[in-house]
Every structure is written in C-alpha cells, then in structure tokens.
C-alpha cells in the first residue's frame, strides 16, 4: 500500500509542529516531529557529560547507545530516551541549543533520517524538521515551507514555554533562536532551505486556526 507523505520545513517557532499536529489529528495521519529525535540525542549528550560542539567523536562513538523510541497516547507523541519518557525536558532551552549542536554532526543525522524513513514507510504521515522536503522524503506527496517573522517566533515559544509551565525569558529565546537560525542555515551538512518544490506558507499573520486550514486545505488539494 502506497502511504501519503507530508513534509514540512522551516525554522524554529515558526509553528510547523503545532499546525503539523494539529492537521495530522484532522486528517487521521501520524505526526513526526523530527525535532524531537535531535533534541533526545543532544539530552543524551548532556546526560552523559558531552559537550557536543566541542567533543562530537566523543558523542559519535557512544551513538550506538543512543536509543530512542516514540510511542503515540491520546497526549500525543511521546519521546523516550533509553526508556525514559523525556518529552517534557527536550522542550527546555539548553536542549534547544544542544539539538542545533548535535544537528551539525553527519553521523546523528544518518541515523535518525533512517529512523525517520522508516516511519514514514508504515503510515500516512505529515514530518515536520528542517531538511524533510530536500532530503528525508523527497517524494513527499506535498511539500510546505513554513515561516513566520523572527520576532513573531521567538514570541510564540516564549508563550508556548509560559503556558507549559517551563521558566523562560523572553531575550534569551529571541537570541537562542537567532543562534538556531544561523547554525541550522549555514551548516554544510542539510541545511535550513525552501526545497525548490515546497510551498511558502508564512504565518506572521495568520492565527492557529486560520494557519491549521491554510495547510489542510492544501493537502487535501493535493492527494
Ligand atoms: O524543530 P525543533 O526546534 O524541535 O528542532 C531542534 C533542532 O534540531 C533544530 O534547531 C535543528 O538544528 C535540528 N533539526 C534538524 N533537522 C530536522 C529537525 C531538527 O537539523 N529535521
């Protein structure tokens, strides 16, 4: 059975997972944050003591440790890291900046693409990460960039964090994020870039509801 595929990039707080979520649950498809594999691989880094963009063959050779599995409960998707659920402490901002260090190294980024291959084989699927429509599944049935203004992001993950409870402060995310942002475009290894087949979708002014439909409209368009 040929499954359909959904793939969609862009930078941090620009919305991709809540919208990606979000539509998935309409439309009955499976939601793969991508995001979240890297982020498991930098906490196993800072578990273990590894600073990860400073010591990456330390990390590289302990990779084989590294075991991450993702079970899907009516929260929705969980990540475990070595059997422990670490869904809630991914989400805390050294983690962020981790996954963007962790995100340069080839060799973490081989094996969760074939992770993230392997879901996408099983189940219709809407991914969401930074090089899926390029790289990942490049014969995704749709492919969406999805953007928002810098300050708009930053102000979005700050009220995400707010809401979740996780202490954080307005600068320091807005300066993580441009952190992010840079690293993740310029890196040699899949960096940040519209795929010259995605569609731009930027959501700077649009509301959840309003940037949920803008995206489920167009899948339903295309399939
Ligand atoms: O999407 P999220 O902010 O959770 O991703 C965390 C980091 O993981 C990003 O800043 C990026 O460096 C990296 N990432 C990536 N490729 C993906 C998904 C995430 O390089 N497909």
Redesign the pocket.
Known sequence: MKYISVAVDGP?GAG??SVSKAVAKSLGYTYI????M??AVALFAINNGIDAKNETEKLVSRLNEVEIDIKYTDEGQQIYLLGENVSKRIREEDV?VG??NV?VIPEVRKKLVELQRKMAESANVIMD????CSY?LPNADVKIFLTASAESRAKRRYDELCEKGIECDFEKIKADMEY?DK??SQRAV?PLKKADDAILIDTTEYDFDGAVKLVKDLILEKT
């Not at 944050?33 to 979240?36: F, I, L, S, Y």
Request: charged share 30%.
């Open positions: 941090a991709k997972s944050d991508t995001g979240a890297y982020r962020s996954a963007s995100a990460g930074r090089d899926i990942v992010r690293n993740d899949a």
